[in-house]
């Protein structure tokens, strides 16, 4: 007879404490009949009747039983489409600055090169009117 009260015992305490950490995980807006704030003392002074109360009326009970939660938000970053728009939105600014720095880099190079080819012809032009000079 005491195994079966030890049993019981231990039943109500597995029951109890369910029911506390289930009242407490519980969101706001799935509990029914009053608050959270009122469930908890009840399910905690009246161990069996306040659990079975809880588990019968207090938490309204989804499509999925009452188990975990579904995620609502992305599982990893690549899922999540602000993101992905972050990183879309940086690699084009990244390409942009690329394709700039090589376009200066080009304008630099050709202004180089024209500036040699000046100081080619203008050196070349002073060694002709030094011939010149010197044939007259």
């Known amino acids: ?24 995980q519980t969101p706001k807006h799935k ?12 399910i905690i002074l009246l161990p069996l009747l306040g659990a079975g109360l809880w588990l019968g009326f ?4 989804g499509s999925n039983g009452g188990g975990g939660g579904q995620r609502r938000g992305p599982v990893a970053p690549d899922d999540d489409p ?3 728009r972050k990183v879309e ?28 080819r000046a100081a080619e012809k203008n050196h070349e032009k002073k060694d002709d009117d030094r011939g010149a000079e010197s044939s007259d």
Do not use: H, N
Request: glycine share 4%; aromatic share 8%.
């Open 1 to 24: 007879m005491v195994r079966v009260f030890m049993a019981l015992g231990v039943v109500a305490l597995g029951l109890l404490i369910y029911s506390t950490v289930d009242c407490i």
């Open 58 to 61: 207090g938490k309204a009970r």
């Open 82 to 84: 602000e993101f992905l």
């Open 89 to 116: 939105f940086q690699r084009r600014q990244a390409q942009r600055r690329e394709e700039e720095a090589r376009r200066q880099a080009e304008e630099s190079r050709r202004k180089r090169q024209a500036e040699q």
């Open 31 to 42: 509990v029914r009949v009053l608050p959270k704030i009122a469930w908890l003392p009840i």
